[in-house]
């Protein structure tokens, strides 16, 4: 028989993608994951992870990518299960969105929903576009904010809000105000790719990859702004968390790039259970992000 744990070891396998650290966060040992692992195989009579001698790191072979899926799946109902038992009134709604959108943009209406909405739980996850886009269609979402447009069946889709770009560098650097792109060295530029709007603009101005780094989370910008000559180009939103340590000044480029369009992903059938939070939340967001006068607010959202 199938049990928990061996589809949690499965689960925690596949999400570190090494057995080594598995095991770590599990607090048990490789061979007794590497046990449930067999086991489980075992039960379903298909092997579902492939294992090379001599490393630690696995891959999904087709069956392990399908069983992947019911795995998930699973995971969530007995979470459904788990909040029906424990509840105690209290719904939880499940919001995933980008690490720079969580770090700087909803702290605090995270903040104003714990304050105010005592019945509410939040339960934040923080991956890339790509990835929210899979977690919602496997149901493991209630909401959530991308930046990009992807194919989508059982997810309602809708461009929530819009927001300028600006130039940052630290206090040392000598811009002025308005900055053509001419006047920035692509040697000193600190990348993020925001979408694909973002990389055909930038890369009529310095084509080629000529910047000499490209950061995968906007947390890790500050750290190399602090030299004289480097910049970097980010929305409003995050700038204005980073301009708070007054380390750094903001400029406006002559030629001004694609505003960053924020998407809200939506299901398109909710878990009754969690209708009413869910619609609380989405209310009280839209509410939230409307009064930033530096967010411009898709009209036709309700």
């Known amino acids: 028989m199938v049990t928990p744990e061996m ?3 499965f689960l925690s396998v596949v999400e570190c993608g ?3 650290l598995a095991a770590n966060n599990l607090f048990t040992t490789q061979s007794n994951l590497s046990k449930q692992i067999k086991m489980l195989e075992g039960e379903l009579g298909v092997e579902l992870l492939i294992r090379k001698k001599g490393h630690s790191t696995v891959s999904l072979t087709p069956y392990g990518k399908n069983f992947l899926q019911l795995s998930r799946n699973w995971e969530t109902l007995m979470k459904e299960i788990y909040d029906v ?9 499940s919001i995933g969105a980008l690490d720079r959108i969580n770090s700087f943009t909803l702290t605090d209406f ?9 019945d509410i739980r939040i339960d934040t996850h923080t991956r890339h576009s790509r990835e929210l886009y899979r977690m919602m269609e496997a149901n493991q979402l209630d909401l959530a904010l991308v930046s990009s447009l992807m194919p ?9 809000y819009k927001e300028l770009m600006f130039v940052i560098c630290s206090k040392e650097t000598e811009l ?3 900055v053509k792109p001419s006047d920035l060295d692509p040697d000193k530029e600190v990348f993020s790719r925001w979408s694909d709007e973002f990389e ?11 910047y000499r780094i490209h950061v995968g989370t906007t947390s890790m910008t500050p750290d190399y702004l602090t030299e004289k000559g480097r910049w970097s180009i980010m929305p409003v939103s995050t700038l204005r968390a980073l301009l708070k340590s007054r380390q750094f000044t903001h400029h406006t480029l002559s030629e001004e790039p694609p505003k960053r369009t924020i998407y809200l992903l939506e299901q398109k059938q909710p878990r009754e259970s969690r209708e009413e939070g869910i619609r609380l ?4 967001l839209i509410q939230y992000l409307s009064k930033d006068p530096y967010l411009e607010i898709n009209p036709k959202i309700k």
Not at 281 to 284: D, E, L, T, V
């Open 7 to 9: 589809i949690q070891a």
């Open 18 to 20: 090494n057995i080594t």
């Open 85 to 93: 038992k424990n509840s105690r009134h209290i719904t939880e709604v």
């Open 110 to 118: 995270y903040n104003h929903i714990l304050d105010h909405h005592t």
């Open 152 to 160: 989508a069946s059982n997810i309602k889709v809708t461009p929530l």
């Open 176 to 178: 002025g105000k308005i």
């Open 200 to 210: 055909i603009w930038h890369d009529q101005y310095w084509p080629g990859k000529q």
């Open 281 to 284: 939340i989405r209310n009280q």
